[in-house]
């Protein structure tokens, strides 16, 4: 990074204060903003890029180090998480916004296993300082029982946290890329003729302070 081996204890010591005060600073913007439990899903109007329920997307590759939107953060987030070994899967929706013209979006999901209490455990573990400890965690439950915590970006957030509220689509399709299969919302059988719901339940999870 061209800095010196050694850094004087005193430049150390702003440095580090300086990026305690504006992570503080975020945080209490979020906290203004409020909790998801008390306003609804953003509208899909934030995110006008795509309008296509299946477009041309970059690889997740290519947008490291990169500026992106929401669509690219599902891309990016959902390649690490695969990386790393996770189950990932990746879903498109779409609805007709204020002005009657269609809008797509992407977002993530990450499976959490069969009970949503690991999703609590989870939280309590690596989100630092347990500082969404109390607030409210998003999923859907597949066919065998699992649930999908909702990564979708928030527009609208300088903060982003796991478990957002879904939004309301009129379409959905959802891409499982290592079992090379899709299912849309509303039918009985994914694209590999597999029965599945034909509506993935949403579910809503409250963090205890404790």
């Known amino acids: ?26 945080e209490r913007e979020a906290v203004a903003a409020g909790e998801w439990r008390d306003v609804p899903a953003e509208p899909l109007a934030l995110r006008p890029a795509l309008h296509s329920p299946r477009p041309r997307l970059p690889s997740a590759a290519s947008l ?11 891309l990016f987030v959902g390649g690490v998480l695969r990386g790393v070994g996770a189950r990932v899967r990746l879903s498109s929706g779409c609805a007709a ?37 109390g607030k409210t965690y998003h999923y859907r439950l597949d066919r065998d029982g699992y649930a999908w915590l909702n990564l979708d970006y928030i527009d609208s957030r300088r ?10 689509f009129d379409a959905q399709t959802i891409y499982h890329d290592e079992l090379l299969a ?9 694209s590999k003729g597999q029965p ?3 509506e993935s339940p949403v579910h809503s999870l409250e963090m205890g302070l404790r």
């Open 1 to 26: 990074m061209g800095l010196p081996e050694a850094i004087e204890s005193r430049l150390m010591r702003a440095m580090i204060e300086a990026v305690k005060q504006h992570r503080l600073r975020r």
């Open 64 to 74: 490291v180090n990169a500026a992106g939107d929401g669509n690219d953060f599902a």
């Open 97 to 133: 916004n204020a002005s009657a013209a269609r809008v797509c979006q992407l977002f993530a999901e990450v499976r959490m296993g069969r009970q949503p209490a690991r999703i609590v455990a989870w939280a309590r573990s690596w989100l630092a300082g347990s500082k969404w400890v």
């Open 159 to 168: 903060i982003q946290r796991p478990g957002a509220p879904y939004k309301a």
């Open 182 to 190: 899709w299912e849309v919302e509303g039918e009985e059988y994914d």
């Open 196 to 198: 599945r719901l034909r």
